[in-house]
């Protein structure tokens, strides 16, 4: 039978695959695909016996290797009893109470309008700070009501498009409407004394201050951020001393560590008790006399000096 020129086929091939040939390729591609997307080890219903064979708890189907279950398991049969289990236990499972989620009811009152205030802009002569000083007026206040204030960031408010150089200052109290200011976005210095409110129960007004810090400021706080470098251990090797002009330096020595030993002016000290200086009033003790050789060596001229040619140099070797 010729398999290559029947219908369906292409020259060069061994004709059209019959349906096993298809179904053992889709097979094999599934198991690939689950072999890289799934982890055999965190299934709850894969199973290795003691023959060392597969198998699955879900199914009670026998495998003789992981890709063989991997099939499995993207197969009609195992899906359904997937399902089929997921509602058992949803039937059987307790019901737990869904967490009350707490529940904070706005506070309801009759708001009689805004507080009259007062901006002041201040500058420091001494530090070049620029500040602000806010007086809200609050006189018919609830009693016992004190005055609260926060910063927020523009991303916060919904009533304009969000600005990154700008952030706003809010005041609220009770009965009035909560007022905000609109304010550059820079850095607050939070010194308590440039950082302040007060409230004055006599004339009910809230006064509240703040300064913007300068780039002076910010630069010394970084500065102060960095770790401080590191003292030098007191075992440490000291850095040998300059060297001496005139003296050589001394041969390294080899088996020891660290730096040489300082090097000493003049010759070294004799070993022995040196002599005791002669007392206060009293001539230096007269020297012995001088040795023979000694004597005739310093009272001999010294040699002429030679009259000799000088030798002729080397012949060149070519």
Same mark, same amino acid.
């Given at each position: 039978?010729?398999?290559?020129?029947?219908?369906?086929?292409?020259?060069?091939?061994?004709?059209?695959?019959?349906?096993?040939?298809?179904?053992?390729?889709?097979?094999?591609?599934?198991?690939?695909?689950?072999?890289?997307?799934?982890?055999?080890?965190?299934?709850?219903?894969?199973?290795?016996?003691?023959?060392?064979?597969?198998?699955?708890?879900?199914?009670?189907?026998?495998?003789?290797?992981?890709?063989?279950?991997?099939?499995?398991?993207?197969?009609?049969?195992?899906?359904?009893?997937?399902?089929?289990?997921?509602?058992?236990?949803?039937?059987?499972?307790?019901?737990?109470?869904?967490?009350?989620?707490?529940?904070?009811?706005?506070?309801?009152?009759?708001?009689?309008?805004?507080?009259?205030?007062?901006?002041?802009?201040?500058?420091?002569?001494?530090?070049?700070?620029?500040?602000?000083?806010?007086?809200?007026?609050?006189?018919?206040?609830?009693?016992?009501?004190?005055?609260?204030?926060?910063?927020?960031?523009?991303?916060?408010?919904?009533?304009?498009?969000?600005?990154?150089?700008?952030?706003?200052?809010?005041?609220?109290?009770?009965?009035?409407?909560?007022?905000?200011?609109?304010?550059?976005?820079?850095?607050?210095?939070?010194?308590?004394?440039?950082?302040?409110?007060?409230?004055?129960?006599?004339?009910?007004?809230?006064?509240?201050?703040?300064?913007?810090?300068?780039?002076?400021?910010?630069?010394?706080?970084?500065?102060?951020?960095?770790?401080?470098?590191?003292?030098?251990?007191?075992?440490?090797?000291?850095?040998?001393? %300059? !060297?001496?002009? $005139?003296?050589? @330096?001394? =041969? /390294?020595?080899? #088996?020891?560590?660290? +730096? *040489?030993?300082?090097? &000493?002016?003049?010759? %070294? !000290?004799?070993? $022995?008790?040196? @002599?005791? =200086? /002669?007392?206060? #009033?009293?001539?230096? +003790? *007269?020297?012995?006399? &001088?040795?023979?050789?000694?004597?005739?060596?310093?009272?001999? @001229?010294? =040699? /002429?000096?030679?009259?000799?040619?000088? +030798? *002729?140099?080397?012949?060149?070797?070519?």
């Amino acid at each position: 039978m010729d398999f290559q020129n029947r219908a369906g086929g292409k020259t060069g091939t061994g004709g059209v695959a019959s349906a096993s040939d298809a179904n053992r390729e889709r097979r094999e591609r599934l198991r690939q695909l689950a072999l890289e997307t799934i982890d055999i080890n965190k299934d709850p219903y894969f199973m290795k016996n003691h023959l060392g064979s597969y198998e699955c708890k879900l199914c009670l189907t026998l495998h003789n290797n992981e890709g063989s279950y991997l099939a499995h398991t993207q197969g009609k049969k195992h899906q359904a009893n997937l399902g089929r289990r997921a509602a058992k236990d949803a039937m059987t499972a307790p019901a737990q109470p869904a967490p009350e989620k707490i529940k904070i009811d706005p506070k309801k009152f009759v708001k009689i309008g805004r507080p009259g205030y007062k901006v002041t802009k201040q500058r420091d002569p001494a530090t070049t700070q620029q500040s602000l000083l806010f007086q809200v007026d609050y006189p018919e206040i609830v009693e016992g009501v004190i005055p609260r204030h926060r910063f927020m960031a523009a991303y916060e408010q919904k009533m304009e498009p969000p600005d990154r150089q700008w952030q706003y200052l809010l005041f609220a109290a009770e009965p009035y409407e909560t007022i905000a200011f609109k304010v550059p976005s820079r850095e607050v210095d939070k010194d308590p004394l440039k950082l302040w409110t007060h409230w004055n129960k006599e004339t009910k007004q809230f006064f509240l201050q703040f300064a913007y810090k300068v780039e002076s400021q910010k630069s010394e706080e970084e500065a102060r951020t960095v770790a401080p470098p590191s003292l030098p251990a007191a075992n440490m090797a000291r850095p040998p001393p %300059p !060297p001496i002009p $005139g003296m050589r @330096p001394p =041969p /390294p020595m080899e #088996g020891i560590r660290g +730096p *040489p030993p300082p090097m &000493m002016r003049g010759p %070294p !000290p004799p070993m $022995g008790m040196p @002599p005791r =200086p /002669p007392p206060m #009033g009293m001539p230096p +003790p *007269p020297r012995g006399p &001088m040795p023979p050789q000694m004597a005739s060596r310093m009272s001999m @001229p010294p =040699p /002429p000096p030679s009259r000799l040619p000088a +030798p *002729p140099p080397p012949p060149v070797v070519s």
